[in-house]
């Protein structure tokens, strides 16, 4: 999207939201596109827009170096309503990939529950043959573990998921 600034031949000016360059001349050339005050179809684009800090002297400069210059549009990031639809199927992929990595790791480990941290020790010092294992973790025995150097690594937990 782009807005432009535009001005009527009746020296209004106002400003409105083209899908790009193309569309705006296309709806220039039917006179689609009118002045909200007078209505007038001559409308045409205007050399600054008021948002852009420092137009006053930019607007001069243009000025200056002659129509051809004016021509350049100002680009303004797209409206929000477009980046989530761009977002969405991206996003399904993820948690989908996610749902996948839990599913794997679940059903190769034994799940220990509260026995995790004990069970990881175990391992770790040689106490009981390495496995792969699963369950919970304190804040506080994942802190104590880590400090042992203890390797473990977090569940992936779905967005949707509570626990
Ligand atoms: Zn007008």
């Known amino acids: 999207m782009i807005k432009y600034a535009l001005a009527c031949n009746q020296g209004h000016s106002f400003e409105s939201w083209f899908q790009n360059s193309a569309a705006y001349d296309k709806q220039i ?39 051809a210059a004016a021509e350049a549009p100002v680009a303004v990031p797209p409206a929000p309503p477009a980046s989530v639809a761009m977002i969405s199927p991206q996003e399904r992929e993820f948690r989908t990939k996610l749902k996948e990595l839990r ?13 995790f ?3 990881a020790r175990k391992m770790h010092y040689g106490e ?11 804040p506080q025995d994942a802190k104590d573990l880590h400090e042992e150097g203890i390797e473990f690594h977090p569940l992936p937990v ?6």
């Open 29 to 67: 050339k039917r006179k689609l596109v009118t002045c909200p005050v007078c209505g007038s179809p001559k409308v045409e684009k205007a050399l600054m827009t008021p948002q852009v800090s420092g137009a006053k002297k930019r607007g001069k400069a243009i000025a200056a170096a002659g129509p």
């Open 128 to 138: 009981i043959e390495h496995r792969s294992i699963y369950g919970e973790a304190s």
């Open 103 to 115: 599913e794997h790791l679940t059903k190769n480990a034994d799940y220990v529950g509260q026995k």
């Open 158 to 163: 779905l967005p949707d998921e509570h626990n």
């Open 117 to 119: 941290p004990d069970e």
